[in-house]
C-alpha cells in the first residue's frame, strides 16, 4: 500500500516544472512497485528458476 509518506517524498523529488502526465507516470510506477512487493512478502511471486522452467516449457 503507498502511503501518504510516499507519496509526500515522490513530489518533493519532482523538479520544479513538471506536468501532470510526468506525475501520474511516476504515481503509476510507484503503484506497481508497492504491488510487486506487496506480491513478494505474500508469495505471489515466481522466482528466476520457475520462470525459466516455465519459459522452457513454453518455447518447445
Known sequence: MIT???LIQ???N???NFSID???EEFVLL???E?????IK???AYSENEVAEK???WLK
Not at 35 to 39: I, K, N, P, R, V
Request: charge should be negative; glycine fraction near 8%; charged fraction near 45%.
Open 10 to 12: 515522490l513530489i518533493e
Open 55 to 57: 519459459m522452457e516449457k
Open 42 to 44: 505474500y508469495g505471489r
Open 22 to 24: 510526468d506525475i501520474i
Open 31 to 33: 503503484s506497481k512497485i
Open 4 to 6: 501518504k509518506d510516499k
Open 14 to 16: 519532482l523538479p520544479e
Open 35 to 39: 504491488q510487486g512487493l506487496e506480491d
